[in-house]
């Protein structure tokens, strides 16, 4: 039997989330104007998360620093990311995708795997099934998706890629050549920019190169195991299967590529700040604290560095981990040597009702607790602009 795998992608997630739930209640669709999830426009720090078509034209792009953004745009509609929005309309388009195959694999928030193998007999043509599919999503929940549909996931997942937005394309192995192997090499999945410039050492700038060149030749350059795998998916192979049941979270981590290097604490730490807010409000509305909290940073010549620290107590609460993200950063940055990435990661999960509970609770831990419930629950009702940190939280004594 023939696999059919789709890919369903959601055009622009955050901000198309953020836009339907104001047109919702009345309001401008974010999406006709210039507009972008992620920082705080008054202070004007944190990053780019997710941007308008209508952005675009600014060219605003995905991870870079708010200021920078609003220097190109000084009119751009800016919003603080709401994770708990998110994830309902994550389950939601994903509910529908499990009306047409019962085998859907969450990859991401805003992204999923179906296999459609073996629906021939209740949809007999895959691009109108994928057509259908993504009609009704718009439909019924107000957001476009994009679906990709090849025999393999690594085929479809390129595909969703490919035209958007609420677009259907099909790449098959028969379709590389003419769709795939004219692309830049940086268009294939896992390929990144120091990835990128190894491949250009060696001459190699498209996909397609890539495919033809001697396997042995891409290991020396980018490394044996990356190597043999990004040549696989220029050719088209790829044997994974989509998984009908994902593992439970192990963890949440959020970091950020920045497109000016960050070369003083204070930078960081107010990029810190976002990415500890952004980790905790997805814990807390998972209904889960972190016992291990992870700092990583990334220098401008590609080294990572990561420190890590495990808590006696977990917790969910954005002044503790932004404080003991901070002091990991401290530690790991010797204060000279200029950043481009910065990343959050809190694992080792506890539910709340697995946890002990103490005899003597702490105050000012309970006093942060219901600052943090406050927060979540006017983002929820009101929208993720309408309240967010300041750049700097009072360190602990």
């Known amino acids: 039997m023939e696999r059919i795998i789709f890919h369903v992608d959601v055009n622009s997630a955050f901000l198309s989330w953020e836009?339907?739930?104001?047109v919702l209640r009345g309001e401008e669709d974010i999406r006709l104007v210039p507009s972008a999830i992620g920082g705080d426009r008054e202070k004007r720090t944190g990053v780019i998360l997710a941007k308008s078509i209508p952005a675009k034209r600014f060219n605003i792009i995905t991870g870079e620093p708010v200021a920078m953004a609003l220097r190109k745009c000084p009119d751009l509609i800016l919003m603080r990311p709401d994770f708990k929005l998110y994830e309902r309309n994550s389950k939601a388009f994903m509910d529908i995708c499990r009306k047409y195959t019962p085998v859907v694999e969450k990859y991401s928030i805003d992204e999923c795997f179906m296999d459609m193998s073996g629906m021939e007999k209740i949809f007999a043509d895959s691009v109108e099934a994928a057509t259908k599919l993504k009609d009704e999503i718009w439909d019924t929940l107000g957001f476009t998706v994009n679906v990709g549909i090849s025999s393999n996931?690594?085929?479809?997942?390129?595909?969703?890629?490919?035209?958007?937005?609420?677009?259907v394309h099909t790449l098959y192995l028969e379709e590389i050549e003419?769709?795939?192997w004219p692309l830049p090499v940086r268009s294939l999945f896992t390929v990144g920019r120091a990835t990128e410039e190894r491949l250009k050492r060696i001459n190699i700038s498209n996909i397609g190169e890539l495919a033809k060149a001697d396997v042995r030749l891409i290991q020396t350059a980018v490394g044996e195991k990356a190597g043999r795998q990004i040549h696989e998916y220029a050719n088209g192979l790829d044997d994974s299967s989509v998984l009908s049941e994902a593992d439970e979270a192990k963890g949440f981590s959020c970091s950020t590529t920045l497109s000016e290097?960050?070369?003083?604490?204070?930078?960081?730490?107010?990029?810190?700040?976002?990415?500890a807010d952004s980790a905790t409000s997805r814990l807390r509305a998972e209904g889960v604290k972190a016992y291990c909290v992870s700092v990583t940073i990334r220098s401008s010549s590609f080294k990572d560095k990561s420190h890590q620290r495990a808590l006696d107590d977990p917790t969910d609460i954005t002044t503790e981990i932004y404080n003991l993200s901070k002091n990991l950063f401290d530690e790991l940055w010797d204060g000279q040597t200029?950043?481009?990435?910065l990343g959050v990661s809190l694992t080792d999960l506890a539910k709340d009702g697995e946890m002990q509970q103490t005899l003597f609770p702490d105050r000012e831990k309970e006093r942060l607790r219901e600052l943090d419930?406050?927060?979540d629950s006017i983002r929820s009702k009101y929208g993720s602009d309408k309240v967010s940190w300041g750049s700097t939280l009072r360190s602990e004594e």
Do not use: G, H, Q, W
């Open 19 to 22: 836009a339907t739930e104001r």
């Open 338 to 341: 200029p950043l481009r990435l």
């Open 373 to 375: 419930k406050a927060v």
């Open 178 to 180: 003419s769709k795939l």
């Open 153 to 167: 996931k690594i085929l479809a997942k390129m595909a969703s890629d490919f035209e958007k937005p609420n677009k």
């Open 261 to 275: 290097d960050v070369v003083t604490a204070e930078e960081a730490y107010k990029i810190l700040l976002s990415l």
